[in-house]
């Protein structure tokens, strides 16, 4: 005669189907675990305003100033497109919107002193950027590579 100990004593438990002990009582099918986005619904913070953003702002506003912005977004932005250069400045090369004739590209600018660093951007054409260099390099001409 067989007894419960010479048998495999493994209890096996099957998605979605019965499972019987060893004393052969019917035990309910395990629930599936809930998935984890159902545990915790996925919220997305509304995004902080990019530097986009912000130059597109001060640029429809008529404000000219450049916006001070990170490192890491200014080699970003260097890495996205082929640039175009204007002197010591550059753009990227894909153009925001269009006044007057003239494109409307995202610029920016590395200032170097003794003691640091600082990029900074902002929104204008072509002729706007020429326009500043020769005000502030009186005499030398600007050359842009497009």
Known sequence: MS????HNARQFDLAGVDAF???????AAPQPAKHEAEQFPLTIPAPAPSYHDKARAMHKAGDRAWLPVTQAF??????????????PWWAVSEPWK???GNAV?????ERRTSEARAWQCRMATVPEIVAELKSRRPGQDVKVLL
């Open 21 to 27: 002990n060893l004393a052969g009582e019917v035990q």
């Open 3 to 6: 007894t419960p100990e010479k």
């Open 98 to 100: 269009h006044e007057a």
């Open 105 to 109: 590209y995202l610029w920016f600018s």
């Open 74 to 87: 200014y080699w970003e932005m260097l890495n996205v497109l082929p640039p175009i250069y204007a002197g």
